[in-house]
């Protein structure tokens, strides 16, 4: 069974803050690692991909990988209100594996 | 524009009528899939495509059937719908291969009642 495990939340942070967004997977098969973000009844768009260990970095987010200890997170600089949504770790081995998502809220 | 398009976007239906949910891409990907999203349960698949005439059941297929004729189409069908069938439904597609992102479709919002 693959598994792929996310703190629920919701995580809430202040403006202007950094949120940290944690993932465990279960497969050490895993080739692929993805960040989608989700606003409430609409459909999950990516933010970020990671595919080997280290750091990631686009603009405000920041894709970390360690495939030894089996982890993936997303940091979130300078954090805004219209970041607040449900974040979705999805891990990929062969198929597609979400995590629930873990619901962010950013208050001004 | 690349897109998935899902239709209809939100029914209503009863016990027991049939009913499709259309999905087509695109971007020519040959992989194509369906989730189911319910509040605490996350995305859940129902059923994959890696390519025209293949299919395989994710992890809750049960009460659903699926079709893969054409490149671009991938059809999720309630041959008898019941309530625990009400859920928000998603079609995603991308590119078979490990670093390959999935870009999904609007969403079905399916009310069974």
């Known amino acids: 069974q693959k598994e792929v495990e996310q703190n629920s939340g919701p995580l809430s942070v202040p403006e202007g803050a950094i949120a940290s967004l944690n993932c465990t997977y279960s497969d050490r098969g895993s080739q692929s690692f993805f960040w989608y973000r989700q606003y409430s009844g609409k459909s999950p768009e990516l933010i970020m991909s990671?595919?080997?260990?280290g750091d990631k970095e686009d603009g405000r987010f920041t894709a970390q990988l360690n495939k030894a200890s089996q982890y993936v997170s997303l940091l979130i600089r300078d954090s805004q209100p219209s970041d607040s949504a449900t974040y979705l770790c999805a891990v990929k081995v062969g198929e597609l594996v979400f995590g629930t998502g873990t619901r962010l809220l950013v208050s001004p | 524009e690349a897109q998935v398009t899902q239709n209809p976007r939100y029914l209503i239906t009863v016990t027991g009528k049939k009913l499709t949910v259309t999905c087509s891409q695109n971007m020519n990907h040959e992989y194509m899939s369906w989730y189911r999203q319910d509040p605490g349960l996350g995305l859940r698949q129902i059923y994959y495509s890696m390519n025209v005439e293949v299919t395989d059941k994710g992890d809750v297929p049960e009460g659903y059937k699926v079709s893969r004729k054409e490149k671009r189409n991938f059809p999720l069908i309630l041959e008898s719908p019941s309530p625990n069938q009400t859920s928000l439904y998603f079609c995603a597609s991308s590119l078979v291969g490990r670093n390959t992102e999935a870009f999904f479709g609007q969403g079905t919002r399916l009310t069974v009642v």
């Open positions: 990671i595919y080997s260990n």
